[in-house]
């Protein structure tokens, strides 16, 4: 079980973050899970064509499955997990978020 990479982004306060997955698009039969932070709190899920929203409405899921995050502050920095499963298998990415002192 190889550990996935973690990409660093920097955000700006108030400003919009995306995090790529590289999918050009997502199976319909796909179910994609964002989660943040060390206990993996759900914040958004995609499921069957259908993305459903769990925390705010902040967090917005592109086609692609990519999270974007928009008004940022700092308190939205941290760890983002993306797992995805299909029928090719899952895969999971991992991002981190941090800003500027």
């Known amino acids: 079980h190889s550990f996935p990479s973690i990409r660093t982004l920097v955000g700006k306060v108030g400003g919009d973050v995306r995090l790529h997955i590289g999918a050009t698009e997502v199976d319909r039969d796909a179910h994609i899970v964002w989660s943040y932070g060390p206990k993996y709190k759900v914040i958004i899920s995609y499921d069957d064509g ?47 978020l941090t800003f500027p002192l």
């Open 50 to 96: 259908t993305s459903e929203t769990k925390l705010s409405e902040k967090f917005q899921l592109d086609a692609n499955g990519s999270l974007t995050i928009r008004s940022l502050t700092a308190n939205d920095s941290g760890l983002y997990n993306c797992e995805i499963f299909s029928k090719n298998g899952s895969s999971q990415k991992t991002f981190t």
